[in-house]
């Protein structure tokens, strides 16, 4: 294929830069419609909404709302994938999902933050939403993941792709963590915890920063090695969050904290972005091996980890705070508005915005490598497990992905209350510094050893991929 796109026929196309930057909008339109919910509802729920009406118990509450959500999609993962292979839309194998999906899925997230004051409390009306949007976001996310590795074959431009792909969704995530408690204090008419949006602001400048540089890191450090470099520099960042945050981190102009969470978000982008470019490695073994290339079924596989790791990253926090004896109290300078009506507005402004880019990025994505139409009827729930059991390096990218994504929601819930902890006692105060800094430490170190076993290197690939081209080459030929 050309710069501009036009096809070698070969299997390992080279992108245009509308292709690359138009699918990385995908992933920001999912953050901008769903890391909302992911990174923030859980203290919605507990001080704003104030699930069950209980403020002693509205953190365990949500915590089992979000938590049984959570499983019942991990059910759901491989009816959706295996539905995904199994069909051939008009408008695409997998970027149809993005229209078909996308507008019920901003809907549901929209329904999350509803303000209305007779609903508030609702336990049965928190669970069904967020049931429901889970549901939804797979729907959209698993056939998205499944784009990426139709896109092309080559590894290099995969690694391109995947990193812009991550710096939108790092702009995304700027937007998310950064803006939304500014917008959240303008909606409600309060002060704007500053100390909060700059520890965010800080934390979201590496992935914006650095991810474009990761292609020409890799080719130099190797791609294990890279894992290994930037999982250290994440841990260091980790400790000294907790050093620094035991000198008083409410005080919201702590200079060390903001560099020791830039120091943390530069070790911890890069390694929980580049491992979705090994995604559509594992799909490649996966066709070289058995002839298939069932990138649904992978995908829901990887979607069902970093959703059970959500599930973890959300059971961790939340249980924490009612065994460290959190309670929901008034609303502090330091930490987010509890203002309702203006929860609603800032996120439903977000979640228009997001439906836009993943219209966006429909129309800047074609498939061009997907599984061939008569393969498609023997596709199976079953297939799944199958693959799991088969597939050795897609189970060791299955236990990094509940890894990652269990130290991420952890991050990410719990430092909504890192910046709002003064009125708490002691204790409670600790136990928080322990979930923002230390246990995000030790699951870096996991991943790193998890690394370790990762089989596939960039040759083995290339190897993998010109074998299936020859193969399909050689049965077109016979085929004609």
């Not at 520890?199 to 474009?212: A, E, K, R, T, W």
Request: hydrophobic share 45%.
């Amino acid at each position: 294929m050309s710069e501009k796109g036009e096809s070698d026929n070969s299997g390992f196309n080279k992108l245009n830069w509308f292709t690359r930057i138009g699918y990385g909008l995908g992933d920001c339109a999912q953050n901008l419609i769903y890391q909302v919910v992911a990174g923030y509802c859980a203290f919605f729920y507990s001080d704003v909404y104030i699930v069950g009406n209980n403020t002693k118990e509205s953190s365990s509450i949500a915590g089992t709302i979000m938590t049984t959500a959570r499983i019942i999609d991990v059910i759901w993962d491989p009816f959706v994938g295996a539905f995904v292979d199994k069909h051939n839309p008009r408008l695409g194998k997998y970027r149809t999902y993005l229209l078909a999906c996308g507008l019920p899925l901003t809907i549901g997230c929209i329904l999350v933050f509803c303000p209305f004051d007779f609903l508030r409390g609702s336990i049965i009306y928190a669970a069904v939403t967020y049931v429901l949007l889970q549901m939804l976001y797979t729907c959209v996310n698993v056939p998205y993941g499944a784009l990426n590795a139709s896109l092309t074959r080559d590894t290099h431009e995969i690694t391109m792709l995947t990193s812009i792909r991550m710096v939108c969704a790092n702009i995304g995530g700027f937007f998310v963590w950064t803006l939304i408690p500014i917008f959240l204090g303008l909606a409600a008419g309060k002060a704007i915890p500053w100390g909060f949006v700059f520890f965010q602001f800080v934390g979201s400048i590496p992935g914006i920063l650095f991810m474009p540089f990761v292609p020409a890191v890799k080719k130099v450090v190797g791609k294990k090695n890279m894992f290994y470099l930037f999982g250290t520099i994440a841990i260091i960042g980790n400790i000294m969050i907790y050093i620094v945050s035991k000198s008083g981190v409410n005080s919201g102009d702590n200079t060390w904290m903001r560099i020791a969470n830039f120091v943390k978000s530069t070790g911890f982008t890069i390694i929980t972005g580049y491992m979705w470019a090994i995604v559509p490695e594992v799909i490649s073994y996966a066709e070289y091996t058995t002839g298939r290339r069932i990138a649904g079924i992978v995908n829901a596989l990887t979607g069902m980890f970093y959703k059970l790791g959500n599930a973890l990253g959300g059971i961790i926090p939340l249980y924490g705070l009612r065994i460290l004896g959190y309670i929901a109290g008034e609303e502090e300078p330091s930490s987010l508005t509890k203002e309702p009506k203006a929860w609603f507005t800032v996120m439903s402004i977000y979640n228009i915005v997001g439906l836009v880019l993943l219209i966006t990025c429909f129309f800047a994505s074609k498939e061009r490598i997907a599984m061939e139409e008569k393969e498609t009827k023997n596709v199976k729930v079953t297939d799944l497990f199958t693959e799991f059991v088969r597939n050795g390096p897609l189970r060791i990218i299955a236990l990094y992905f509940v890894t990652a994504f269990t130290c991420m929601t952890t991050q990410n819930t719990i430092n909504s209350y890192l910046f709002g902890m003064s009125n708490q006692k002691a204790g409670t105060q600790e136990g928080i510094r322990w979930l923002a800094s230390l246990i995000p430490a030790i699951f870096n170190v996991v991943m790193i050893i998890i690394i370790f076993f990762y089989s596939l290197t960039d040759e083995k690939i290339d190897e993998i991929n010109r074998e299936i081209e020859r193969r399909h080459k050689a049965s077109n030929a016979e085929e004609a």
